[in-house]
Structure formats: C-alpha cells, structure tokens
C-alpha cells in the first residue's frame, strides 16, 4: 500500500493536468525532455482547457486567438469553449494580422515541445 503513496502525492500536486506524467523509473520528466521525447509535458493538450477558461474571463470583447501548436485539440471544441466574440485563427496567421495592424486584441497559446519554436511564423 505505500508503494502508491509518491503517486497518490504526485496525482494531488498536479491536479488537473495529472496526464503530464513520466514515472520516476523512467527519469520522471527532466529525463523524458532530456531524452527528446517531442511531447514530454502535455501530450494531450489538457492545459488549453485551463488556459481558455482563463481566457474567458479576462479577454475583452472581439480577440483573436491565435494557437502555436496543437490547434487541432482546440479546433473540435472551440464552439463550446470560447466565447463566441473570441475567433481563433491559425498561427501562421499572425504576421499577417500584426502587418496589417490589427486593432483587435490578439492571445497566444503557446504549447513548446522541445525543438525551435514555431519556425518562421514566430519572428513577426
């Protein structure tokens, strides 16, 4: 029974987002991103309900939202998560929103896994 003790402690400590997990036998996860696994922290993409959420409550009316990495978790359910005055775009769309002189206010979500992040699309 006290085998589970460090999980149950771990399992409480990161609560909601229990899925970004690489066991201790593994080299927990300094190991897993050491090692290059390319979706070490969230996999799942469970961190961009919480970051919507927040998003929600604190963006003025009419933002873009514009998503780095992982658009696909939030495109599906973007109707049911977002406010509806919130557009998300693709990333790649962001230099030309910035070029343009948006006046919207523009949010980022930015999901890294290791690697350069976000190629070309980041130096607008």
């Known amino acids: 029974m006290l085998l589970f003790v460090p999980v149950l402690c771990w ?15 593994a080299g927990g996860l ?9 979706q070490a922290t969230d996999y799942w993409g469970s961190s961009y ?3 919507v959420k927040r998003l929600n409550a604190e963006a003025p009316g009419q933002a873009l939202l514009f998503v ?5 978790i939030l495109q599906p359910v973007a109707a ?18 910035l070029a343009s002189g948006e006046t919207r206010p523009i949010y980022l979500i930015l999901h ?3 690697g350069p992040p ?6 607008a």
């Open 80 to 97: 049911h998560w977002l406010l509806p005055d919130i557009e998300l775009r693709r990333f790649k769309q962001l230099s030309a929103a």
């Open 112 to 114: 890294h896994a290791h």
């Open 11 to 25: 399992n409480v400590a990161n609560h909601p987002f229990n899925l970004s997990f690489y066991n201790f036998w």
């Open 30 to 38: 300094s190991s897993a991103q050491a090692r290059g696994f390319p």
């Open 68 to 72: 780095g990495v992982g658009r696909h």
């Open 118 to 123: 976000f190629g070309a699309a980041f130096q």
């Open 49 to 51: 309900r919480a970051a």
